[in-house]
């Protein structure tokens, strides 16, 4: 394999391939399945990136997983035929105004047009079944981006370290990485063995999201409650819409909660549930009181304010860098915590990693001590260690810096009343709404479950009002939900269900105990294999029609 350091020094721009030069040697290790690349400064350095490349034969009729860079983000297998979506032809004026491209990693990463690209681990699924996984076990530090180009025959490991300084004398492990052989399925258990397991349990739960959204208040969540019971669920779960600006946690909307939120925790835990709340801490919308006080807390890039998306009336990324910023997440947590909240769901929380700045041309917003990755990790152990005994589902995260700090992760974007959502959105950003990527994501992303976290692959919804996805699309959600995830969330009042919906409930809670034997794709159709009793069964997916050919 050979290794290409880009970096600079002062104001010049470097690539270098081999193992020293008059800047920097590598240290390179390999043992087995393992390899570590290490650099280590002889000057002031600032890294850019450290790329490991390797010539490969891709066979004919072979397919590659990809892991999406966030929650969100698409996350399958695709086939050789097949590319990446990406919004080069995206005009500009959109991208400036909407900030689509601040979702995902294009702000970051340029995508190409032959190549595919994952974060964390990625695999090679070749005709006879037989996969070839790469997986990092340096995601604390920089994560990695694992490239197949089909048209140059090469397969590639990135260590994305840009805006990493380097003293003279220092060292930095940038490429930490395993390579295994086998089933899709024995590489993935080889993989996730390295972090452990997650022994949480299964959650049942009611979001108000898929029927309010923002348009809750104590009305509405006081007749949700009434509607649900701790014979079937274990949480009721405050979603967006409470506050009165993003990002202004510590104001409750006296209009619409007059009494606050504390007597609903009340009657949730009298009902012998979970009392759970939605917050985003890492952004503010333009028109909260935070936004207005405190310029200072938001993230800058060329001296510009940076976007985190284009929700609510707009919303910044908080500069969590920033020790007034981290004070202030810290006290909000403890805010509804004391509140006697059970569970955190955090959204948005890929906004923290939003800082560094290009350096590869010359821009930087920060001061060079931190990559993208260790500063998302940085945040995420904050959380952890402000609320230490709650329950925390981590949502739109780069998805290894939740590896073993949260409990519950989202794996996918959210459920859409829509199987794919309107039209035009199709080509915008990977991490848009979607049911037909959520689900793609719920099966692919299933050897995670139980491992560096629990797997919530959002909510599943049985009603016929309110809703456009059709019945057997609904019926398919939620027995998908059910066997390839561990958090069962759902925004109808189960207590209206017929007899009919009653019967579909169950059988989605007998396939919770199954255990997953293979997934796999060839065109439009997945095939779930799986255990129950003794005996295996298979479940195939249409991906295009968002149904079951055989369920």
């Known amino acids: 394999m050979n290794i290409t350091v880009k970096y600079r020094v002062n104001d010049e721009k470097k690539e270098f391939t081999g193992s020293e030069n008059e800047d920097l040697s590598l240290e390179i290790t390999q043992q087995g399945e393992r390899i570590t690349v290490t650099v280590h400064s002889k000057k002031k350095i600032m890294l850019h990136s450290v790329t490991g490349t390797e010539a490969y034969e891709f066979p004919e009729g072979s397919s590659m997983f990809l892991n999406g860079y966030q929650s969100w983000t698409e996350t399958r297998e695709f086939d050789l035929a097949e590319s990446v979506h990406n919004m080069n032809r995206l005009p500009k004026v959109l991208k400036e105004r909407f900030h689509f491209e601040a979702y995902g990693d ?269 500063i998302m990790r940085m945040a995420m152990k904050g959380i952890r260690e402000t609320i230490p005994d709650k329950i925390i589902l981590g949502c739109g995260v780069p998805i290894s810096s939740a590896f073993n700090l949260v409990d519950y992760c989202r794996v996918g974007p959210d459920v859409s009343l829509k199987f794919n959502d309107v039209a035009y959105m199709r080509f915008m950003h990977r991490e848009r709404i979607s049911t037909r990527t959520t689900l793609q994501n719920t099966i692919f992303r299933s050897g995670m479950d139980g491992t560096v976290f629990r797997c919530d692959p959002d909510v599943y919804l049985l009603r016929d009002n309110d809703i456009n996805l059709s019945k057997a699309q609904r019926e398919t959600l939620i027995l ?23 019967k579909l409930l169950d059988r989605a809670r007998e396939l919770a105990r199954a255990k997953l034997v293979s997934v796999s794709k060839k065109n439009k159709f997945v095939s779930i294999v799986y255990e129950l009793d003794g005996q295996e069964h298979e479940l195939a997916y249409n991906t295009w029609k968002g149904v079951l050919v055989n369920g």
């Open 106 to 374: 294009p702000w970051f990463y340029k995508y190409e047009k032959q190549a595919f690209h994952g974060y964390t681990y990625a695999y090679i699924k070749r005709p006879d079944g037989s996969a070839a996984l790469t997986g990092s076990l340096n995601e604390e530090r920089a994560y990695l981006i694992i490239s197949y180009d089909k048209r140059e025959n090469t397969v590639s490991i990135r260590s994305d370290c840009e805006n990493r300084l380097l003293e003279a004398g220092n060292a930095f492990t940038a490429i930490d990485a395993v390579h295994y052989e086998g089933t899709v399925r024995e590489v993935l258990l080889r993989y996730f063995e390295n972090y452990g397991t997650c022994s949480r349990p299964r959650l049942r739960g009611y979001t108000s999201w898929y029927l309010h959204y923002q348009d809750i208040n104590e009305e509405k969540i006081e007749a949700a409650l009434a509607g649900i019971d701790s014979d079937n669920f274990d949480l009721f779960q405050i979603d967006d819409g409470f506050e009165t600006f993003v990002g202004d946690w510590l104001d409750i909307d006296e209009k619409k909660f007059p009494n606050g939120l504390e007597p609903i925790v009340e009657a949730v835990h009298a009902k012998g549930l979970k009392a759970g709340i939605w917050l985003a801490p890492f952004v503010a919308e333009t028109k909260s009181r935070l936004y207005r006080e405190h310029p200072e807390w938001i993230m800058k890039r060329d001296s510009k304010e940076v976007f985190a998306g284009c929700n609510w009336s707009g919303d910044v990324a908080l500069d969590i860098r920033n020790r007034e910023v981290q004070e202030y997440i810290k006290r909000c947590l403890r805010y509804y915590s004391e509140l006697g909240f059970d569970f955190f769901k955090l959204d948005f929380l890929y906004a923290a990693a939003l800082g560094t700045g290009d350096t590869w041309d010359g821009k930087s917003d920060g001061d060079g001590k931190y990559t993208r990755a260790e």
């Open 480 to 502: 998908i939900n059910h066997l390839c995830g561990s958090v069962y969330m759902t925004s109808d009042n189960v207590k209206e269900y017929d007899e009919e919906k009653r």
